[in-house]
């Protein structure tokens, strides 16, 4: 079962690109989608987080693959940042590099409405927590509340947003 769940994050990554959204022309078809991105791209997708990442922001988040209405991201993480809910999407976290906890379920502290699909809080009540190192994966229901509650140095993640209904 490790092996299947590991064999689907490396078929994800299979589909990086060179980390710039897809953009589409009004009067022509969209371009064919590149399906294929070698280990350097995500390498300089991580350097590029890196270096835009300031002292006071905890993470940063850089598009991988975005073919609307489905998206990768590379998630950039030196420090704990806002609990969250995404009420219409579940998501599937690669850990990249480093390690960090993560929690599930529970109940969001502060809890606000961001958007009309998403809910923030400063944190989780409750919920599971797991150590999450190289290679592991996270799969996040929607509607289920989940928040990275310690971060060891840095924690790199694809974050893949799996739609209702796609």
């Known amino acids: 079962m490790r092996y299947t769940v ?17 953009a589409f022309a009004q009067s022509a078809a969209p ?3 590149n ?7 995500v390498t300089a997708l991580i350097a590029k987080a890196k270096s835009q990442i300031k002292p006071d922001q905890p993470m940063v988040v850089l598009p991988i693959v ?4 489905h998206r990768v ?8 940042g806002p609990a969250s809910i995404h009420e219409t999407e579940a998501e599937l976290f690669y850990v990249l590099e480093g ?32 150590k999450v ?11 289920t509340p989940h928040w990275y509650s310690a971060i060891d ?4 993640l694809m974050s893949i947003h799996l739609l209702r209904g796609h």
């Open 6 to 22: 590991r064999a689907l994050a490396f078929t994800a990554l299979a589909a990086l690109t060179s980390g710039e959204p897809l």
């Open 99 to 130: 390690s960090g906890t993560v929690v599930t379920g529970g109940t969001l502290k502060d809890e606000r409405r961001t958007n009309p699909q998403n809910l923030t809080g400063s944190g989780i009540q409750g919920g599971d927590s797991r």
């Open 133 to 143: 190192t190289k290679g592991d994966i996270i799969l996040v229901p929607e509607k």
């Open 35 to 41: 399906l294929f991105g070698a280990g350097g791209d």
């Open 153 to 156: 140095g840095t924690l790199v």
């Open 31 to 33: 371009p064919a989608p």
């Open 73 to 80: 991201n590379l998630e950039y993480r030196v420090a704990v």
């Open 66 to 69: 975005q073919m609307a209405p």
